[in-house]
């Protein structure tokens, strides 16, 4: 099952995917991480924290309302936030779960957005796991690409150094 993180981390570099997903796992050397970490930790206190369903995490489940939310420290890479909550609603969705709404919560901005899945996602969500497929399968990580992101990436002494 692909994770949330290796959405994300398709939508942010393919090196970065395809590292993480050979079990080399830089986050924990992050201190942005970290701080998310600590964030998602203390925040929403109330709510069981960490639901998983088939090795994806979502942050929390609001059953009276029938969202799950997401909890991100800034708006920074917005869309990679909402790729990643579409495909915990697409998941949800192809399990028999519907009428979910996905909720991201930026708690230091004091901000959320609605999140819905729409056919159009469906059909994207699908384009995107085979091109994920595709990354996972290759015998040699892709090529190091250069961003002004990658000095803060946690994977940067292992493309730069």
Known sequence: MITGTQISYFMHCKRQLWLFSKHIKMEDNSENVLIGRHISDNTFTRQKHEVEIEGIKIDFFDS???????????DRMDELHVI??????YILQKKGVE?????IDYP???????INL???????MEKLLTDINSILQMTVPPPVIELPLCKSCSYFDLCYV
Not at 84 to 89: C, E, I, N, R
Not at 108 to 114: D, G, I, P, R
Not at 118 to 124: L, S, V
């Open 64 to 74: 009276a309302k029938k969202e799950i939310h997401e909890i991100k420290k800034s």
């Open 84 to 89: 990643q909550l579409k495909y915990y609603l």
């Open 99 to 103: 009428s979910i709404k996905g909720i």
């Open 108 to 114: 230091l901005l004091k901000k959320k957005k609605e």
């Open 118 to 124: 729409t056919m159009k996602d469906i059909d994207e």
